[in-house]
């Protein structure tokens, strides 16, 4: 793994910890090129953290708030249908936050591997 990979997950790791201190929080993903080990020093974070249940808008404001994020740059808001992500900086790192329910990702899994509908 090289150095910005190193660094990026690293912090990655920090960071998630203000998401997985949720009751509800099941599992958390790093994914990209900080994952595979190819990042740079321009590259962001892409994480993924799983629950049983969403947490609130204000319980991931918070988390968000802990990590000393920016405001979101880009918000996705489907709380309603299992999921919700938002792209922020944590020291001048662009973070790229999913957040799903196990059950929305089952979902989409199935839609993919049973129904091969890759139209997500």
């Known amino acids: 793994m090289n150095p910005a990979s190193q660094y990026l997950l690293t912090l990655a790791k920090q960071k998630a910890q203000a998401y997985i201190a949720n009751p509800q929080a099941r599992a958390a993903m790093v994914t990209g090129s900080t994952a595979t080990g190819q990042a740079d020093f ?4 892409e994480m993924f953290i ?17 990590n000393r994020g920016s405001e979101p740059i880009c918000t996705f808001d489907e709380l309603s249908n299992g999921h919700f992500g938002e792209f922020y900086f944590i020291d001048g790192v662009e973070f790229q936050i999913g957040n799903m329910t196990i059950a929305f990702w089952e979902q989409q899994m199935a839609k993919i591997l049973q129904e091969l509908d890759f139209s997500i």
């Open 42 to 45: 321009y590259s962001d974070v």
């Open 50 to 66: 799983y629950y049983d249940q969403l947490p609130t808008k204000e319980e991931l404001q918070l988390a968000r708030l802990q």
